[in-house]
């Protein structure tokens, strides 16, 4: 089984890798093995957690009710070509990316679903419409650009969907808009509006309820006032992750869900775990008390110590912040911590206390014992940026049992 294990890897070496295990086969013991061939440095992606995530958020959903996922930036850092053919198969209705490029990428990899992008550019329209992408409109410079080149080449009905500031104030139009906005729409026949939209500011604290129910107000207003004025059916959203989960009575037609998609939930939801950093013990040392460890002579150390030398570093996108004892990381269920400065592609863990630790060892730096949102706290920042940093040497692997 390993053997064969080793030819399928050599061959798509570059590639991204989904490992499948029957149940008749030991599960952890194939992953490590196949981990140690891979990378020392992996961030694990699992399928089963992703899959019950989205379980969770449907049913806060009506059963009517669509699910756009946000696969933005590499699908949160994970790797939006594997997750998008994940949630293609899970009958997700809807994907949106920021970027043209992020759209085509999934287009080449033969993603079929519906795909919003967030952020288009005006240079970007014509790759839009080559690779089936639906532009979010938000000025009327983008699109008159759209308009221009629909015409340009002769199409009708191409799908586009309009965002409306409601306080945000990043993109979109406002209720002055709507008047001039409708009309150039009805008589812009190679247009179809299928969705009207907003973005809350801050869902996820009670602080704001005042202010979130007040952006929905508005929303529901201009969205109405547009509907109307067009005189076709046209899908409603506003909510994302943590509206899904305090604001369910705002689902409209349509809710876009990123962050649940990985395990946080603003509230104290039963999600899962998805993505876990991990690596392995390349080296340990022993250090006599009064040396120091790494540039600058930051770690210094009060006791003959053993330290150990693990492969990642800032470069990985293990912020430099975490050094110095600011983080531990967790080696057979125990928590250790750094020593020293984060280096480019190394940092260094104090394992003194440790009595059986050998090289080799499997190392987690977040996981389901140390969460993202662990980290996030450490750095006085937010999950979604501990996840989108994980830089992309680092292998994804993804597996689903
Ligand atoms: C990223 C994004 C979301 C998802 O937000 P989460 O907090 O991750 O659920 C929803 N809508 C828009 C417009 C976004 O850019």
């Given at each position: 089984m390993i053997f064969c294990c080793l030819i399928f890897f050599y061959r798509?070496?570059?590639?991204?890798?989904?490992?499948?295990?029957?149940?008749?086969?030991?599960?952890?013991?194939?992953?490590?093995?196949l981990r140690l061939l891979v990378h020392d440095t992996i961030l694990e992606i699992d399928f089963n957690a992703l899959y019950k995530n989205v379980t969770y958020f449907r049913l806060k959903l009506e059963t009517d009710t669509k699910l756009m996922c946000m696969v933005k930036a590499s699908a949160y850092g994970s790797g939006s070509v594997e997750v998008s053919r994940a949630l293609q198969y899970w009958h997700c209705d809807y994907l949106a990316v920021a970027f043209v490029d992020e759209?085509?990428?999934?287009?080449?990899?033969?993603?079929?679903?519906p795909i919003l992008v967030l952020d288009p550019s005006v240079d970007a329209l014509e790759r839009?419409?080559?690779?089936?992408?639906?532009?979010?409109?938000?000025?009327?410079?983008?699109?008159?650009?759209?308009?221009?080149?629909l015409r340009r080449l002769g199409k009708k009905d191409y799908p586009i969907h309009l965002k409306f500031d409601t306080g945000m104030h990043r993109a979109g139009f406002e209720e002055n808009d709507i008047e001039d906005l409708a009309s150039l729409l009805k008589n812009s026949s190679e247009v179809k509006v299928v969705s009207v939209y907003s973005h809350l500011?801050?869902?996820?604290?009670e602080v704001f309820d005042e202010f979130t129910e007040h952006q929905i107000s508005y929303f529901n207003f201009c969205a109405e006032k547009i509907k109307m004025r067009l005189g076709y059916p046209v899908l409603k959203h506003i909510l994302n992750?943590?509206?899904?989960?305090?604001?369910?009575?705002?689902?409209?037609?349509?809710?876009?869900?990123?962050?649940?998609?990985?395990?946080?939930?603003?509230?104290?939801?039963?999600?899962?775990?998805?993505?876990?950093?991990?690596?392995?013990?390349?080296q340990i040392r022993?250090?006599?008390?009064?040396?120091?460890?790494?540039?600058?002579?930051?770690?210094?150390?009060?006791?003959?110590?053993?330290?150990a030398l693990l492969p990642l570093g800032y470069a990985d996108g293990?912020?430099?912040?975490?050094?110095?004892?600011?983080?531990?990381?967790?080696?057979?269920?125990?928590?250790?911590?750094?020593?020293?400065?984060?280096?480019?592609?190394?940092?260094?863990?104090?394992?003194?206390?440790?009595?059986?630790?050998?090289?080799?060892?499997?190392?987690?730096?977040?996981?389901?014992?140390?969460?993202?949102?662990?980290i996030a706290e450490k750095l006085a920042t937010i999950p979604y940026?501990?996840?989108?940093?994980?830089?992309?040497?680092?292998?994804?692997?993804?597996?689903?049992?």
């Amino acid at each position: 089984m390993i053997f064969c294990c080793l030819i399928f890897f050599y061959r798509i070496e570059n590639r991204a890798i989904l490992v499948k295990i029957s149940s008749k086969y030991n599960s952890s013991l194939l992953l490590n093995r196949l981990r140690l061939l891979v990378h020392d440095t992996i961030l694990e992606i699992d399928f089963n957690a992703l899959y019950k995530n989205v379980t969770y958020f449907r049913l806060k959903l009506e059963t009517d009710t669509k699910l756009m996922c946000m696969v933005k930036a590499s699908a949160y850092g994970s790797g939006s070509v594997e997750v998008s053919r994940a949630l293609q198969y899970w009958h997700c209705d809807y994907l949106a990316v920021a970027f043209v490029d992020e759209g085509v990428e999934l287009r080449r990899e033969g993603i079929k679903m519906p795909i919003l992008v967030l952020d288009p550019s005006v240079d970007a329209l014509e790759r839009i419409v080559e690779y089936n992408l639906e532009p979010e409109i938000y000025s009327f410079r983008l699109l008159d650009s759209m308009l221009n080149l629909l015409r340009r080449l002769g199409k009708k009905d191409y799908p586009i969907h309009l965002k409306f500031d409601t306080g945000m104030h990043r993109a979109g139009f406002e209720e002055n808009d709507i008047e001039d906005l409708a009309s150039l729409l009805k008589n812009s026949s190679e247009v179809k509006v299928v969705s009207v939209y907003s973005h809350l500011v801050g869902s996820d604290d009670e602080v704001f309820d005042e202010f979130t129910e007040h952006q929905i107000s508005y929303f529901n207003f201009c969205a109405e006032k547009i509907k109307m004025r067009l005189g076709y059916p046209v899908l409603k959203h506003i909510l994302n992750s943590s509206g899904i989960e305090r604001f369910s009575s705002f689902q409209f037609d349509m809710v876009r869900l990123g962050i649940g998609l990985w395990g946080i939930s603003c509230l104290d939801g039963n999600l899962s775990n998805v993505c876990s950093l991990k690596t392995k013990i390349s080296q340990i040392r022993k250090v006599k008390s009064g040396d120091t460890i790494g540039y600058s002579r930051k770690g210094v150390v009060t006791r003959d110590s053993k330290i150990a030398l693990l492969p990642l570093g800032y470069a990985d996108g293990i912020d430099r912040r975490l050094g110095n004892g600011n983080l531990s990381v967790w080696i057979n269920g125990t928590p250790y911590p750094t020593i020293g400065n984060i280096c480019m592609d190394l940092m260094m863990v104090d394992l003194t206390d440790a009595p059986n630790i050998e090289e080799g060892e499997e190392v987690v730096v977040f996981g389901s014992k140390q969460s993202l949102s662990d980290i996030a706290e450490k750095l006085a920042t937010i999950p979604y940026e501990v996840l989108t940093s994980i830089s992309p040497r680092v292998r994804r692997v993804y597996f689903d049992e």
